[in-house]
């Protein structure tokens, strides 16, 4: 069973220009999350998505914005990139969102670098 | 506000010592609490999880164990090895939502 697919795993930008990242769940997960993570923060949840809604946000400016298509793949966009947007961002796929209990399983990450 | 503290920041051994990593939190209503071990620069891997009635649970040589009355757990690592060498991340989650609360890790460094 293929895991959790993120693509691309590296990306370097410049500041004012917008990226997308894009996450394929595990196959039969419905629910998708994405997270960034900076030496200083750790992990910080920006938003999930459950079959194709937004179901919960992080504290994020409205830059960071996401969606999920019917298949359960998710994509991340991030507008008018600052320095300090530069992370580690990770998605995680579970299979439904709401049971505590069950397991979130990570991509790998994209490392976005903004210069 | 829903905190989780780990303790120590950082942590060399050498090969073949034991271990123990802290976890104290605030999260409240608690649901459940997990451990994953994160290489450098590759996304987070389960080790346990554990809902309030758990006390300990074992994967390997990795044992977590749950006090939910004074909110605190513990990651006892057995016998490392080399490739142990990551960083340690506990994450709480509250019951009735998704979100999740994670510490900032500890970063373990097992040397020969």
């Known amino acids: 069973k293929a895991g959790v697919t993120q693509t691309p795993r590296y990306l370097i930008k410049t500041r004012g220009q917008q990226v997308t990242l894009s996450c394929s769940p595990i196959?039969?997960?419905?629910?998708v999350s994405w997270y960034q993570q900076t030496p200083g923060q750790g992990l910080q949840f920006l938003f999930e998505?459950?079959?194709?809604?937004?179901?919960n946000k992080g504290n994020f400016p409205g830059r960071f914005s996401g969606r999920q298509f019917s298949n359960s793949r998710s994509e991340m966009n991030v507008s008018t990139l600052e320095l300090g947007d530069s992370a580690l961002y990770l998605c995680?796929?579970?299979?439904?969102?709401?049971?505590?209990?069950?397991?979130?399983?990570f991509g790998q990450g994209t490392r976005l670098t903004v210069v | 506000k829903n905190q989780v503290e780990q303790s120590p920041q950082s942590l060399i051994i050498l090969e073949g010592k034991n271990c123990t990593l802290q976890c104290n939190y605030t999260v409240s209503p608690f649901s459940n609490l997990r451990w994953y071990k994160q290489d450098t620069g590759r996304g987070p891997v389960s080790l346990t999880i554990?809902?309030?009635?758990?006390n300990t649970k074992s994967n390997g040589r990795y044992t977590a164990t749950l006090d939910a009355d004074t909110k605190q757990s513990s990651l006892h690592i057995t016998a490392s090895q080399l490739s142990d060498s990551a960083s340690y991340i506990c994450?709480?989650?509250?019951?009735?939502?998704?979100?999740?609360?994670f510490g900032k890790g500890t970063k373990l460094s097992v040397i020969p």
């Open positions: 998505y459950f079959s194709e809604t937004q179901r």
């Open positions: 994450v709480v989650s509250e019951t009735g939502s998704y979100q999740l609360t």
């Open positions: 995680a796929s579970s299979w439904r969102q709401g049971d505590m209990n069950t397991e979130a399983f």
């Open positions: 554990m809902t309030f009635s758990e």
């Open positions: 196959s039969g997960h419905r629910s």
